[in-house]
């Protein structure tokens, strides 16, 4: 009998229906979500927002394979030598770190890596003062090798300006040049 009245029960019905429409609404809304993001036809935010509203905490790199990733103030910068420099540079059994105190601009070199192959000197993505060497890399250079953009980090800046950050190459673009 209680399934009786549930029945007639015109509001209970009306709020029924009312949720299978807000669950299939929410179901639509979320495959045209996830389709817009994965459609080439649909351009990422960072190809259409400006420059000076993309996210430069993220890291972006230099055609010189240098790394750097604000933090989230954009006070301070990490800086490295990516993956695709470290594979191509091969072992790696030296590591000059910058001075700490520093004042460089953007495109100085700051120090070196020297490998079984060769020795590449490390620029300054961006313009500001070295705060610190990654001491780790004077006694394991290898830590490059195994972790060029993480543990092997060489050097943290403070920023001069952080906009310069925004010039460079997203992880996308870098692919692309490294591709090139």
């Given at each position: 009998?209680?399934?009786?009245?549930?029945?007639?029960?015109?509001?209970?019905?009306?709020?029924?229906i009312l949720s299978y429409?807000?669950?299939?609404?929410?179901?639509?809304?979320?495959?045209?979500?996830?389709?817009?993001?994965?459609?080439?036809?649909?351009?990422?935010?960072?190809?259409?927002?400006?420059?000076?509203?993309?996210?430069?905490?993220?890291?972006?790199?230099?055609?010189?394979?240098?790394?750097?990733?604000?933090?989230?103030?954009?006070?301070?910068?990490?800086?490295?030598?990516?993956t695709y420099a470290a594979?191509?540079?091969?072992?790696?059994?030296?590591?000059?770190?910058?001075?700490?105190?520093?004042?460089?601009?953007?495109?100085?070199?700051?120090?070196?890596?020297?490998?079984?192959?060769?020795?590449?000197?490390?620029?300054?993505?961006?313009?500001?003062?070295?705060?610190?060497?990654?001491?780790?890399?004077?006694?394991?250079?290898?830590?490059?090798?195994?972790?060029?953009?993480?543990?092997?980090?060489?050097?943290?800046?403070?920023v001069t300006n952080p906009?310069?950050?925004?010039?460079?190459?997203?992880?996308?673009?870098?692919?692309?040049?490294?591709?090139?």
């Amino acid at each position: 009998m209680p399934s009786a009245l549930f029945a007639f029960n015109g509001y209970a019905t009306s709020l029924t229906i009312l949720s299978y429409i807000l669950i299939a609404f929410f179901f639509i809304l979320l495959t045209l979500v996830v389709l817009a993001l994965h459609s080439e036809h649909y351009p990422s935010f960072d190809k259409i927002l400006p420059s000076h509203c993309r996210d430069v905490n993220s890291k972006r790199y230099t055609s010189a394979h240098e790394w750097i990733e604000l933090s989230d103030d954009q006070k301070t910068a990490t800086i490295g030598i990516s993956t695709y420099a470290a594979k191509a540079l091969g072992d790696v059994v030296f590591v000059e770190l910058p001075t700490t105190g520093q004042e460089v601009a953007a495109g100085d070199a700051i120090g070196a890596v020297e490998s079984v192959k060769s020795a590449s000197d490390i620029y300054a993505p961006i313009s500001g003062t070295i705060v610190e060497g990654n001491a780790v890399l004077e006694d394991r250079p290898g830590t490059i090798n195994k972790g060029p953009e993480g543990d092997g980090w060489i050097a943290r800046m403070e920023v001069t300006n952080p906009e310069q950050a925004s010039t460079l190459m997203d992880e996308a673009a870098y692919k692309a040049f490294t591709e090139e």
